[in-house]
Each structure stands twice: as structure tokens, then as C-alpha cells.
């Protein structure tokens, strides 16, 4: 166990964090809003260079993180517990699945649902687009882009997390997780700063961009559901009523706004993908479910290493697609990461892996088969339009999916009202990961806190979709994924270091133990000869 630091001492490095992080963010505002084409050009600039000569290592990087995932969900460590060796998960396992889930991805899937399988069967990376072909790729690599890869890389930053705070007795804090390298002296000073504000940043912006694509996901609702043009200004409203219902809910706290939040949040999602599925094309959903998964299984190595160093023209989609996500969820990572290290205490690694990585993995692929299968199947055999709807905006291709189906109006007012409850949810889990990365780790961060980053996420959203600065900031904040990719990788090895040397350390005694036994048994043999 580490030395806990005083109160003094915690509250002069989180006010340290705090303002480095507060000012770095009013500077790319004050960019954004003044010069958003420039800011525009030089995000993209540094985005394409970063794609293009370090692509692989995105690549390379989100594969190393599934297998090592994989290796502590089945190695002796798994069952080293997230906590004192007697404790109990802190939150039971439906709740607990429902507060990650929502965290994770839940906005992006409804986003993504349609919209992804869509452009790859318009954009195959090889092929001719608008086959059968296109079709079981466009499932295919849609189930690569929101499986196991992400919740990996979630799960690295997440384990660390909940191991070096609960197990070891540190602050909850992005540097805590390199200790070993560090030492627990040194984790708010210097390198220690630098990894809580990228943390604190990555949070910031990825939640901007997240509260933007949702605004615009529940303009879209609106506009099909009561004919309001889904304009900069509605979006920018939308933005505004759900911080101030986020910021209740922060207010409250985990066990009661986020935890019941999550909760509705999930039995709303499963209601609308019950009735999709039973809708829509249901037979064909099952097909293209069962072989999805069979497809997904049998091409993840070759798709997780794979990109197109002979030029064979597909360079242009890896960039835009895989190399593009795994920078994204990268750049989430510390907010997520946090968030799930933050309700996970009790935990064994096995259970945790189990839950992080498998859970949320099988739930997205029944998503992929049911809205994007759905979508897929009206665009290939019934000529639906869906595609023209997500060429022309990305967020009206869930409506117009819902639009074609018995009931729509059902289904899209349910579908904007789990949109809005996602919103919610992602804001008030940011707002506390903030408020924990600049408090010195507190895991019940100050309300003041709390609200204070709740407003300043939907303050950033709503000028940035005033401004038409939202797609920038997006690509600057995947920049940022490189830096904590080198970041994650210390920490996964830091990680390794200590769960081995606490199982070997924990196995002595046990081997002693052993060997004395064996050498009494052999002491009464020889007696008796």
C-alpha cells in the first residue's frame, strides 16, 4: 500500500491539473471560434500526416491490446481482485453492464447503426459497391470496427485503473497507473501532469464531439417526427437542455442519477431493438447475424493487421475507417477507461474482462445485425434510399431506416428519446471523470466540480456546432490518440509487471507451504522404515 497524500497536498495538484487543462481547452475554443477554417486545415494536416506515416502503429497497437486482454482473462492473474482480497463488486452485474455500456458506445451505435454498414457497402475497400459481396463486408467490418478491438483498448486503461487505485492504494488518477515507473512520489509532478491533462482534454473534446453528433442525431428525430428543420440553432438548443438535465443528474451522483439514467437507458435501447427486429426483415437479420459472426471470426486477424502497403487503392479507406477508429477510441479511452475503472471495484480481473470485453461486444454485433442488417436488406433488395438519407447527412440514415418500417413514429420517437438518455448519461459520466482527473483523484469529486465541466462540455458543443467547428475539433481530438496510445502502452506494461510479481509474490508462501508438507510426509515414511 502507498502513503496517501494530505489534503493540502492533493488539493494543490488538482488545482495544478485543473488550470493546465482549462487553459489548453480555452485555447483550441478561442482557435476554433475565430479561425475555424485554419483550425480546420491545420487539424486535418496533422491528422493526415498522423494516418499516413503512423497508421501501422494504430494498427499494430489496438491488436497487442485485444491479445494481451485476452491473455489475463485466461492466465492465473485473472484472479487477482480489483480490491481487498474479501470485497464484493460495489454494483451488481445488469447495472454495472448498463453504466459501461451507455458510457462506451451507447450514442455512437445509434449513430453508427445504420449509417456505418451503409457507406462500406457504397465504399467497399475492395470490390465492386452495391453487391452481395458489398453486403457480407459491409457487415463484416462494421462488426470489426465496435468489437473486441475497442473494448480492449477500454479495458487496458480501465484495468490499470481500478488496479492501481483499489489494489494498491492510489489516487484515482491516469498517472497512478504508472507507478512502477514513476514512483507513487512522483505521479502529480511532471510526466505525472502531462497524463492527467491529456486525460482531462481527451475527455473534454471527445465529449464535445460526442454531445454534437447527438444533437444532431435528435434534430434529425424532431425533423421526421414533428417537421422542425433540423438546423445549427435547434441542435445548439438540443445541446443546452440536456447539459442542464446532465448536470441534474451529476448533481445526484453515480448510485442515483447515471446508475437509474443507465438503467432506462438499457431497457429502452433492447425495447427498440426488439421491435426493429421483429418489424423489420427478421429472417434476414438471423441469416445475416449468423454469418456476420462467422465471417467477423474468421477474418479478425487478417482485417487487424491489415492495410494496403502494395497499393491496391484502398489505402484511402483504411485511413478513413480503421485507422481513424482506433485513433478515436484511443482518444476515449481516459474517459471511458476512468468512468469503468470507477465503477468496477470489487472485481476479480476475470470477471472484469469477462464483463468489459465479451458483454458489450456480443449486445454491439445483435445492434450491427439488427439496424444495420434492416438497413442493408431494404437498400440491397427493396431499393429503400437509405443510402442517398446517409450520403447527404449521416444522422438522418437511422430515421429513414425507422421511416420504412410499420409503427415509425413509434419507433423513431423511441429512438430519439434513447438518443437523448445516452446523451445524458455520456455527459454526467465525462462530468465526473473530469471531476475525479482534476481533484487529485477523488473518486466523489466536489459537486462544484462537477457542474463546473458539465457546463463547459455543453458550452464547447453547442459554439462549436454554432460555428461549424464540430468536424475540426473532432479530428484535432483523434489527434490526441496517438500521445496516450505511448501512453497505454507504459501503462499496459506497468500493469503486467505488478499483477506478476503480486501472483508470484502471492505464491510463495503457498510453495513453501507445499514443500514443507512434502518434506514432513517424507520424514514419517522414513520413520516407519
Not at 66 to 85: H, W
Not at 300 to 316: N, R, T, V
Not at 339 to 368: D, E, K, Q, Y
Request: with cysteine; proline share 4%; charged share 10%.
Amino acid at each position: 500500500m502507498v502513503k496517501e497524500q494530505t489534503e493540502q497536498e492533493r488539493s494543490m495538484y488538482a488545482k495544478r491539473t485543473f488550470w493546465i487543462a482549462l487553459i489548453i481547452m480555452l485555447i483550441f475554443v478561442v482557435f476554433g471560434i475565430a479561425m475555424p477554417e485554419a483550425f480546420g486545415e491545420a487539424a486535418d494536416t496533422i491528422f493526415g500526416y498522423m494516418v499516413e506515416q503512423w497508421g501501422w502503429s494504430f494498427i499494430l497497437g489496438a491488436s497487442l491490446f485485444l491479445i494481451m486482454i485476452v491473455y489475463l482473462l485466461l492466465s492465473p492473474v485473472g484472479e487477482i481482485r480489483l480490491g481487498k482480497d474479501d470485497e464484493k463488486p460495489e454494483y451488481g452485474n445488469f447495472t454495472w453492464f448498463a453504466m459501461l455500456f451507455s458510457c462506451g458506445m451507447g450514442i455512437g451505435l445509434l449513430f453508427w447503426g445504420v449509417s456505418e454498414p451503409i457507406w462500406h457497402y457504397m465504399w467497399p475497400p475492395y470490390g465492386e459497391a452495391g453487391t452481395p459481396a458489398a453486403v457480407h463486408m459491409a457487415m463484416r467490418y462494421s462488426y470489426f470496427h465496435w468489437g473486441l478491438h475497442p473494448w480492449a483498448i477500454y479495458a487496458v486503461v480501465a484495468g490499470s485503473l481500478a488496479y492501481f487505485s483499489y489494489r494498491r492504494g492510489l489516487p484515482m488518477m491516469l498517472s497512478s497507473c504508472l507507478e512502477p515507473i514513476l514512483g507513487p512520489e512522483n505521479i502529480n509532478k511532471g510526466w505525472g501532469v502531462v497524463v492527467n491533462v491529456i486525460g482531462v482534454f481527451a475527455t473534454l473534446f471527445g465529449l464535445a464531439t460526442s454531445l454534437g453528433l447527438g444533437a444532431m442525431q435528435i434534430g434529425a428525430g424532431l425533423e421526421f417526427l414533428f417537421g422542425i428543420p433540423s438546423t445549427n440553432t435547434l441542435w445548439v438548443v438540443i445541446v443546452i437542455v440536456v447539459t442542464a438535465a446532465a448536470v441534474i443528474s451529476t448533481y445526484t451522483g453515480i448510485d442515483r442519477g447515471i446508475k437509474w439514467l443507465s438503467r432506462i437507458n438499457i431497457v429502452v435501447a433492447l425495447a427498440l431493438l426488439a421491435l426493429v427486429f421483429i418489424l423489420g426483415p427478421t429472417l434476414y437479420i438471423l441469416n445475416s447475424l449468423t454469418h456476420g459472426i462467422g465471417d467477423y471470426l474468421q477474418n479478425i486477424i487478417y482485417m487487424s493487421f491489415g492495410l494496403d502497403a502494395a497499393g491496391e487503392g484502398a489505402a484511402g479507406w483504411y485511413n478513413a475507417w480503421t485507422v481513424f477508429y482506433w485513433a478515436w477510441w484511443i482518444a476515449w479511452a481516459p474517459f471511458v477507461g476512468t468512468f469503468i475503472a470507477r465503477v468496477s471495484r470489487g472485481r476479480t480481473i476475470r470477471n472484469f474482462v469477462t464483463g468489459v470485453l465479451l458483454v458489450p461486444v456480443a449486445v454491439s454485433l445483435v445492434w450491427f445485425a439488427v439496424f444495420g442488417g434492416a438497413a442493408l436488406w431494404y437498400e440491397h433488395f427493396g431499393g429503400g434510399g437509405i443510402g442517398d438519407a446517409v450520403a447527404q447527412d449521416e444522422a438522418m440514415g437511422f430515421f429513414t431506416l425507422l421511416e420504412l418500417m410499420p409503427a415509425s413514429a413509434l419507433l423513431v420517437g423511441a429512438a430519439s428519446f434513447s438518443v437523448a438518455i445516452f446523451f445524458i448519461t455520456s455527459s454526467d459520466s465525462g462530468t465526473y471523470v473530469n471531476g475525479m482527473l482534476t481533484s487529485g483523484g477523488n473518486p466523489n469529486p466536489p459537486v462544484q466540480l462537477r457542474i463546473t465541466w458539465g457546463v463547459l462540455e455543453g458550452a464547447i458543443a453547442a459554439i462549436l456546432l454554432f460555428t461549424g467547428g464540430l468536424g475540426a475539433l473532432q479530428t484535432a481530438s483523434v489527434v490526441g490518440g496517438f500521445p496516450f496510445m505511448i501512453v497505454m502502452f507504459l501503462m499496459l506494461y506497468c500493469l503486467m509487471k505488478s499483477l506478476f510479481q503480486e501472483r508470484a509474490e502471492g505464491s510463495l508462501p503457498l510453495e513453501k507451504a507445499r514443500i514443507n508438507a512434502a518434506l514432513e510426509e517424507l520424514k514419517q515414511e522414513k520413520g516407519k522404515l
